[in-house]
């Protein structure tokens, strides 16, 4: 189980640190990373990798992502969420499903968000939800996010929820969504429930939960493990021969046409048995190949 991709499903409960920690555990691996972290409150698709794949997350951290969210009407805490303290109650009555619709489906599009201050980010160097907690007025910056659509399951004026699947870029919080929401409708919002179903290319279907990895290899389930060339699949490729291949793994630097690529982006290398041996770029500066990560 060294070297590969893991979909894991997080339950909700538990944060994503101890998820990974227990999948350690379980496959008793060295190594082990993730990219993607979800809110302790949400539950669904993480990215983990294990020995030299851990070196892949930072590209899995750039996917788009989707999620299946329910947010409630009417009530706001201070983190946004479900597992906040409450800290207003507004009448909702006046709410009719054309409106709450129409204030969500309005929020489609490029624009800057700004994070909740009860967020893993970092303000000098210390996560900004610890600054909150030891009582400092902190301001988060906006960040450009994009939503790409919002296609609304449900809006129940019982209970006052809207259920929603999100497909955004990376860095979009759902929790600032939500906020959001409550703002437009002047009624206040959190997010009760959050489901992250899908990851650049990975989905939380072939995932498997954390407690549940022994069960899926007794049962010959093995859709959760990627191999680092499955993984990077979609990325422009290029496949070397042996003396290019030798020349990569020892970081010689070369024009990308001399390995055949003439694109600007990120690309992967392969060997003539179609191992991933490199993912590399154009340096800007020099325009000789500029190597992100070289697996020997």
Do not use: W
């Amino acid at each position: 189980m060294n070297d590969v991709i893991l979909l894991i499903d997080k339950p909700a409960g538990i944060t994503s640190f101890d998820a990974i920690a227990r999948v350690r555990k379980l496959l008793r691996v060295k190594k082990i990373g993730h990219s993607g972290t979800l809110d302790k409150a949400a539950e669904g698709l993480i990215v983990a990798a294990t020995g030299k794949a851990t070196r892949l997350t930072r590209f899995f951290l750039e996917s788009d992502k989707k999620y299946t969210a329910v947010i409630k009407l009417g009530e706001s805490t201070d983190t946004y969420d479900s597992d906040g303290v409450p800290v207003a109650a507004c009448d909702t009555s006046f709410l009719t499903e054309e409106m709450i619709t129409g204030a969500l489906l309005s929020m489609k599009g490029k624009q800057l968000q700004i994070p909740p201050r009860y967020s893993a980010l970092k303000v000098n160097g210390v996560r900004a939800s610890d600054r909150v907690r030891n009582g400092e007025q902190i301001e988060l910056s906006p960040r450009a996010i994009e939503i790409y659509s919002i296609d609304i399951k449900s809006v129940n004026l019982a209970d006052m929820t809207v259920r929603a699947e999100i497909f955004c870029s990376k860095g979009t919080y759902i929790r600032s969504i939500a906020r959001d929401l409550g703002e437009k409708l002047s009624v206040g919002a959190h997010l009760a429930f959050l489901r992250r179903t899908d990851s650049g290319k990975f989905s939380v279907n072939d995932a498997v939960k954390p407690d549940e990895i022994g069960e899926a290899f007794s049962s010959g389930r093995t859709s959760f493990i990627n191999s680092m060339e499955s993984a990077v699949e979609g990325m422009p490729s290029v496949s070397l021969g042996a003396e290019l291949s030798a020349k990569v793994k020892n970081g010689l630097r070369m024009h990308p046409e001399q390995v055949g690529y003439a694109g600007m982006s990120e690309f992967a290398l392969f060997d003539e048995s179609q191992k991933l041996i490199a993912i590399a770029r154009r340096d800007e500066k020099d325009g000789l190949l500029s190597y992100l990560c070289v697996f020997n």
